[in-house]
């Protein structure tokens, strides 16, 4: 079974950067398209970045596009999500998923394993 663990968030100044990271155990980490979501306070999650399996494709949500930057070791099983120029709109709880049918896709509920998230604050 696919366990995903997320980590690097924190509190950050406007125009800071973060880079989070998920590390996956119990998988064929290779096999699985990946993603980020995040959700915050009062809202429903949203889809923040997804990436191929290979990492050829990635593709962003519109309020993130530019600033933010996904990406993949998978010889380290793990995904990575670079976050520059942070706003306070980005302030949520960070969470990684994966799509084990392997079709990268910004639906979360083609989502099947989810970490336990990482919070993130950006103070203005």
């Known amino acids: 079974q696919v366990q995903l663990v997320e980590s690097g968030g924190g509190l950050v100044q406007a125009g800071g950067s973060l880079r989070l990271s998920c590390v996956a155990s119990?998988?064929?980490?290779?096999?699985?398209?990946m993603g980020w979501f995040r959700q915050a306070p009062g809202k429903e999650r949203e889809f923040a970045a997804a990436?191929?399996?290979?990492?050829?494709?990635?593709a962003y949500a519109d309020s993130v596009k530019g600033r933010f930057t996904i990406s993949r070791d998978n010889a380290k099983n793990t995904l990575y999500l670079q976050m520059n120029g942070l706003k306070p709109e980005d302030t949520a709880d960070y969470y990684c998923a994966t799509d084990r049918s392997g079709v990268m896709t910004t639906d979360p509920k083609k989502y099947d394993t989810w970490g336990q998230g990482t919070q993130v604050t950006v103070s203005s």
């Open positions: 119990g998988g064929i980490f290779s096999n699985y398209a």
């Open positions: 990436i191929s399996r290979s990492a050829k494709g990635t």
